[in-house]
């Protein structure tokens, strides 16, 4: 084979795996329930991938940029294909995404080829390092894909199940300020609630808003509705409803539990589950 034939086939090559890259990096970032990891870390990697194949191939590398971006932009379509948004606001904003996400890989990948191209003849006793780490690129992306919904699982099962000690918890503490006559009047009082708790930790400043905003703590959001008729009614769920967890809490002042929460001008309830004795905490 000519030595013309080999560049050609090295350079089809190299255009072949920054654009597997660049479209298989954002992926788990798009994949719902995912693990929140950053796009700067994807848009690091489409960055290092088109560095790489110009340290390897300097003459050529305006065309790893050029893979680099579309593969960026096919990769995020089909992404979004697969796992289109739930919520509609998120949604809205999916085709702007792509098209800023795009522009700043042709952006970022223009410097970083450039920049390899320039740094090429300084790497021929690395060469086949870098082969290893471009080829390995993708692998590990396919990787960090596969492991993602196990793992995202986990996590939404860790959050609903500290979701129920909380809400077990507050709904003790308030149990505790409201029966007791020198508290009782302090129901929407944070500090007395949190001299009454014994559960996962809330931080100073939840204390101090929790019984008039919802603050957030492991991917749940709660807070105590302290001037019902009938006392208290205590609400929880997920900052993002199944990518942070499935289930929404609530309980009130009777004890009883419930999968939703209803309210009007005059109060707050817990709405009941929609499979009895299935879903209740």
């Excluded at 929404?248 to 999968?259: I, V, W, Y």
Aim: aromatic letters at 10%; one cysteine or more; proline letters at 5%.
């Amino acid at each position: 084979m000519s030595r013309a034939s080999l560049v050609k086939r090295e350079t089809a090559i190299l255009v072949l795996l920054t654009f597997l890259s660049s479209a298989t990096c954002w992926l788990p970032i798009i994949i719902s329930p995912r693990l929140d990891l950053p796009w700067q870390v994807a848009l690091g990697s489409v960055a290092l991938s088109a560095c790489l194949a110009s340290m390897l191939n300097a003459a050529r590398w305006y065309l790893f940029v050029a893979s680099a971006t579309i593969g960026t932009f096919l990769g995020q379509c089909a992404g979004y294909a697969l796992w289109w948004p739930t919520d509609g606001i998120e949604a809205s904003w999916v085709p702007i995404g792509v098209g800023v996400t795009t522009f700043l890989v042709a952006l970022t990948t223009a410097i970083t080829g450039y920049l390899g191209s320039k740094l090429s003849t300084r790497i021929e006793a690395h060469k086949r390092v870098a082969w290893v780490f471009l080829t390995s690129t993708t692998a590990l992306w396919l990787i960090v894909l596969a492991a993602t919904p196990p793992l995202a699982a986990h996590r939404i099962a860790t959050n609903e199940r500290f979701a129920v000690e909380r809400l077990t918890s507050l709904q003790r503490a308030a149990d505790a300020t409201i029966n007791t006559p020198s508290t009782s009047a302090q129901l929407c009082d944070g500090s007395a609630l949190r001299r009454n708790y014994a559960g996962r930790p809330f931080s100073d400043l939840d204390w101090k808003r929790i019984t008039g905003n919802y603050v957030l703590q492991d991917g749940y959001m709660f807070m105590v509705y302290c001037q019902e008729k009938r006392g208290f009614t205590i609400h929880a769920m997920p900052k993002t409803t199944g990518q942070d967890g499935r289930r929404c809490l609530c309980t009130d002042q009777s004890g009883q539990r419930g999968c939703g929460m209803g309210g009007n001008a005059w109060g707050h309830w817990c709405l009941p589950c929609p499979k009895p004795g299935a879903s209740h905490p």
